[in-house]
C-alpha cells in the first residue's frame, strides 16, 4: 500500500509560480510511474503531467512549456514546478502513482490562480 501525501498550494496571481511537492510511503522499491491530474470545479479529472522510471515526461498542450515535473527516487518524492500560471490553471491537484499495476491517489492540494 502506497501512500501519498501532497503540499505546496496555495494562492497565486496570475503569471506567478508554484511548486507542489508528493512524497510517497510505503513502497519498498522505486516508484514506477509519477503523476499529477487536476480537476476543476464542474470538470473531470485531467492529466498534468507524466513521468515513468526511466522514460520522458509528457503533457497536455495545456501546460506544455510552463510546467515541469520531475522526480527524485531516493527522496520517493515527485515535483511539479508550475509557471506563467493562469486563472484556467485553478483546480485541485493530485499527486498519482501506479505501482505494481495499481493506481494511488493523494488526497490533493488546492491550488488558485486569481488576482
Known amino acids: 500500500q502506497v501512500q501519498l501525501v501532497e503540499s505546496g498550494g496555495g494562492l497565486v496571481q496570475p503569471g506567478g509560480s508554484l511548486r507542489l511537492s508528493c512524497v510517497a510511503s510505503?513502497?519498498?522499491?522505486?516508484?514506477?510511474?509519477w503523476g499529477w491530474y487536476r480537476q476543476a470545479p464542474g470538470k473531470q479529472r485531467e492529466l498534468v503531467a507524466r513521468?515513468?522510471?526511466?522514460?520522458?515526461?509528457n503533457y497536455p498542450d495545456s501546460v506544455k512549456g510552463r510546467f515541469t515535473i520531475s522526480r527524485d527516487n531516493a527522496k520517493n518524492t515527485v515535483y511539479l514546478q508550475m509557471n506563467s500560471l493562469k486563472p484556467e490553471d485553478t483546480a485541485v491537484y493530485y499527486c498519482?502513482?501506479?505501482?505494481?499495476?495499481?493506481?494511488?491517489w493523494g488526497k490533493g492540494t488546492l491550488v488558485t490562480v486569481s488576482s
Open positions: 498519482n502513482v501506479i505501482q505494481y499495476g495499481v493506481n494511488y
Open positions: 510505503g513502497s519498498r522499491f522505486s516508484i514506477a510511474v
Open positions: 513521468i515513468p522510471e526511466g522514460s520522458s515526461t
